[in-house]
């Protein structure tokens, strides 16, 4: 399946956290989504999301180092529909300033929410506003 995807993680704690060769950021404690796309294949690129070891390349690979991914939602489309996804989060959700968004014109493709429930309502919403179906793809155990 070709399309977009959102990895959530949970950050229990407030953390110094290094991206890249950047100076440590600080990341306060909450719940956090990662918008991406993944036109060659949503699988391979969950998969590679969920691996502990590999090579870190871009920004999300340096936050999961830190935080593992706890579940994915994912929309399947032909095109990349990240960043209208990604737009949307921003009107909803503390934005991550930069973080993920290096290749497009966004303000960024991480974000933070301080509750799971306003998360999901978030995530829900910006996916059906980008004309995606949202599917509980993945969730840290594996299952579909």
Known sequence: MKGTY?????????????????????????????????????????????????????????????????????????TRAECAVARTLGTQLEAIPGFGSSDCRCSSHLFLSPDDKQLAAAIRHAFESAGIKPELWKTRTGEK
């Open 6 to 78: 959102a990895l959530i993680m949970r950050l229990p704690e407030p953390r110094m956290i290094s991206i890249g060769n950047h100076p440590p950021t600080h990341f306060p404690a909450g719940y956090y989504v990662y918008v991406g796309s993944a036109l060659g294949g949503i699988e391979a690129r969950v998969n590679r999301h969920f691996r502990k070891v590999k090579k870190l390349h871009w920004h999300i690979d340096y936050l999961l180092a830190e935080t593992p991914v706890i579940e994915v939602t994912a929309g399947e489309t032909e």
